[in-house]
Structures are given as structure tokens and as C-alpha cells.
């Protein structure tokens, strides 16, 4: 109700250093008990016909946080209290690294859409993952095909199982890796964060690491996903494994990914990343974005061609292949799209920053058919 206000006010300040702002005050106010209470009884919507079990793995509710908003899980408490159903972290790389200059994170208010050049800002992954174990709350290990849940590690005895936040891990490389040396990177960071999360996405989508989008070719990509899936099962249980592409992949590319995504097991595909495309931008979108200069469009102008993406990849894998649809997702309608299309589960990102801590429990109500 009082978001927009917040917003303009937010939206006054340099977005980067407000997003740490924001999150940082929703932290504080969460670590006083009967403020968490109240916020958890405003923005949290449970419903069984919520709940889904897609690739092994039961989600609470199919509303889940993109990746880049918690790059370094600093946020997860808070984020659970939001309602979310899952949450990616990352994109984490072997080596901490501070990523592009700021700024570098931009909004395009009229397009309802944002600018970003990030370049995988974050604090490595043997700081996450020491980071994930001591949050034991979320380290429920949970497996896959066939889910086993250690009672040890869940504290709240009031949640079960099928109540508890999914945790991805979103894994990628470092800037000074070169691409013939990625796998390596991969293979760091899926190790490091094994026992801490309960899938994987592999990103090679980022527009903003220079040479990464090339490793979305086949021979580069097989290298890296096959490599994962030995050690994968070689473990006692695997651990469901998904890929994340771009959304300016060609028909060929895209028919190329589904075909891979077969002949290595994949347990799922995520579509889309932000976009180098600003066709869908407004003219004074397309001015703004002139200034700005390179980066991954999100939001608004994405929507439509990641849902584009989203039903190719369901059809060309005859709905076989699980996916997470992200791209311009604001509403409870706009998630409908997604689902309607072939999507099994949903993620928000650049939505949450227009519609604000609400924007869980509005989509999970339409989804549940209470508005
Ligand atoms: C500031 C920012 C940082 C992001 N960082 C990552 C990242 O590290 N890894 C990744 O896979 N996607 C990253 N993304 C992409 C989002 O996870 C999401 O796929 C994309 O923004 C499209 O969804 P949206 O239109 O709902 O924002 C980032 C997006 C933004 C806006």
C-alpha cells in the first residue's frame, strides 16, 4: 500500500547503494522477534495448492528470487519472510572478485526496467558456502531423485519439510578464467557448494563477464555440464543440476541447448537473462540506455521474448525438461503467462524492485485463485 511512496523515496538514491540500504534495514527490523512475526503474517501466502515438487525437490510455492539479488547470501532470513518459495544466490565464482566499476546498475523508470553491468561482484565461494553452513536452518539435505531430510540440521520444529525455502546455487567464472579453462571454475564451485544448496543452475548467460555467452556453444557447454554430472553422480545423491541461457539465443542455439540438455541429464532449464537487445525500449528508454552503455536489460522489455524462449524450450523438450521462467514477471498474470506456456516455476528480480516486498504474496494469491 505505502510502497510507491518508499519507492520514489529509494528510487532518489544510486541503486546499487540503495538495494544494500534497503536489505540491510529489512534485516535490522527482522532481528527484533514481533516485527519478523508481523512482517511474516503480512507478506507470507501459504496454500497447499501452492506447493510443487518439480525435479525432486518440494517447493512451499512456485514464486522464487533471480539470481544477482543475493549474490553472497547475506539475505535468506529475510527473504523467507517475504514468502519467497525459493531463492538462487550467486552468481558465485571460485575466486571472490569485485566486479565491473560503478556505477553500474541502472534504472530505466518508464520502462519499468533496469541496466546492469555488474560482473559477477562477489565473495568467492568458500565464503558463501561457510556462510550457507552456519545459516543450518536452510541446510536441509534434501535429495534428489529420492529426498532424504537430516532432522538435525532443520531448527524450526514448526516448519516441515515442504515449508522450508528452496536455496539455489547459481555458479559461474571468474573474469581472468579464459573460457578453455572454464570447466575448472564450474567444477570449483559446485564442489564448494555441494552440501549448502539444494540445486544448481550453471550460468553462462551473463552479458557482463567478456566471453562468457560463448561458452552457451555446444561443444564448450557439453565440456562444462558433463563434467558436472560425473561428479554429480558420483555422489550418494545428485543434486538436480539446470542451466540458465540468454534470451538472444537463435532458434539453432536454442535447438542445439535442448538437444544437450537430453544427452546430459539435465534436471531443468532456466530462461531467461537479461537481454543486449533494447528493442522493446520506449524513446526515451532507448536515449537513457544510449548514455548508459553496455549491460543486461531486465524487466518490461524482456517479458515478452523470455516467455517466447520459455514455450520454445518447452516445446522442443515436449515438456520432458522442468523450467524456471524469468524475465519481466510483475504480476500474478504476468506469472500466469509463464506457467501457461510450459513453465513449472517462476522467479521475479527486476519486478520486486518496482513492486516491492508485496509482489510474493499478490502472485501466489492469483496463483492460488484468491483474486
Ligand atoms: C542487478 C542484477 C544482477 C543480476 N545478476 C545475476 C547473476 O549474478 N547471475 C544470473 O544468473 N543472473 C543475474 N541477473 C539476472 C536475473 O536473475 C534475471 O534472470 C533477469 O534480471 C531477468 O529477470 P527480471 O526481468 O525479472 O529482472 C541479474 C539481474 C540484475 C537486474
Not at 3 to 16: K, S, T, V
Not at 309 to 319: D, I, P, S
Request: net charge positive.
Amino acid at each position: 500500500m505505502f510502497y510507491p511512496l518508499i519507492r520514489n523515496i529509494l528510487f532518489g538514491f544510486d541503486a546499487e547503494a540503495v538495494h544494500y540500504f534497503a536489505m540491510n534495514s529489512f534485516k535490522k527490523g527482522c532481528a527484533i522477534k514481533p516485527v519478523k512475526k508481523l512482517l511474516q503474517s503480512a507478506y507470507q501466502y501459504n496454500s497447499p495448492l501452492l506447493q510443487k515438487n518439480v525435479f525432486g525437490l518440494p517447493f512451499k510455492n512456485p514464486v522464487g528470487l533471480g539470481a544477482g539479488f543475493d549474490k553472497n547470501a547475506l539475505f535468506l532470513d529475510e527473504l523467507e519472510v517475504l514468502g519467497f518459495g525459493f531463492v538462487e544466490i550467486g552468481t558465485v565464482t571460485p575466486k571472490p572478485q569485485a566486479g565491473n566499476d560503478k556505477p553500474r546498475l541502472f534504472r530505466l523508470k518508464e520502462d519499468k526496467a533496469l541496466i546492469n553491468r555488474m560482473g559477477f561482484n562477489n565473495d568467492g565461494v568458500e565464503i558463501i558456502a561457510e556462510r550457507l553452513r552456519k545459516r543450518q536452518s536452510s541446510i536441509v539435505n534434501r535429495q534428489s531423485p529420492i529426498r532424504k531430510t537430516s532432522p538435525a540440521l532443520m531448527t524450526d520444529d514448526s516448519l516441515t519439510n515442504d515449508q522450508k525455502m528452496i536455496i539455489g546455487g547459481n555458479i559461474g567464472k571468474n573474469k581472468v578464467t579464459p573460457n578453455e579453462d572454464a570447466w575448472k571454475d564450474y567444477e570449483i564451485c559446485f564442489n564448494g557448494l555441494f552440501d549448502c544448496v539444494d540445486y544448481f543452475v550453471v550460468n553462462v548467460s551473463s552479458p557482463n563477464t567478456p566471453g562468457l555467452r560463448e561458452l552457451q556453444e555446444k561443444d564448450s557447454l557439453r565440456k562444462i555440464l558433463s563434467q558436472l554430472q560425473n561428479i554429480n553422480y558420483g555422489k550418494p545423491f545428485k543434486k538436480p543440476l539446470l542451466l540458465k541461457i540468454a534470451p538472444d539465443l537463435t532458434p539453432e542455439q536454442l535447438d542445439d541447448i535442448i538437444s544437450l540438455a537430453f544427452e546430459v541429464k539435465l534436471d531443468g532449464l532456466v530462461a531467461t537473462n537479461t537481454t543486449i537487445n533494447r528493442q522493446q525500449l520506449s524513446a526515451a528508454g532507448k536515449a537513457k540506455s544510449d548514455d548508459i552503455g553496455a549491460g543486461g536489460l531486465s524487466g518490461r522489455p524482456l517479458k515478452e521474448r523470455a516467455t517466447e524462449v520459455v514455450q520454445y524450450l518447452a516445446n522442443g523438450t515436449k515438456g520432458q525438461i522442468p523450467i524456471i521462467a524469468s524475465g519481466g514477471i510483475f504480476t500474478g498474470a504476468d506469472a500466469q503467462e509463464k506457467l501457461a506456456v510450459g513453465a513449472s516455476l517462476v522467479q521475479v528480480w527486476t519486478g520486486f524492485i518496482y513492486e516491492g516486498p508485496a509482489i510474493v504474496k499478490k502472485i501466489n494469491q492469483v496463483l492460488a485463485g484468491r483474486v
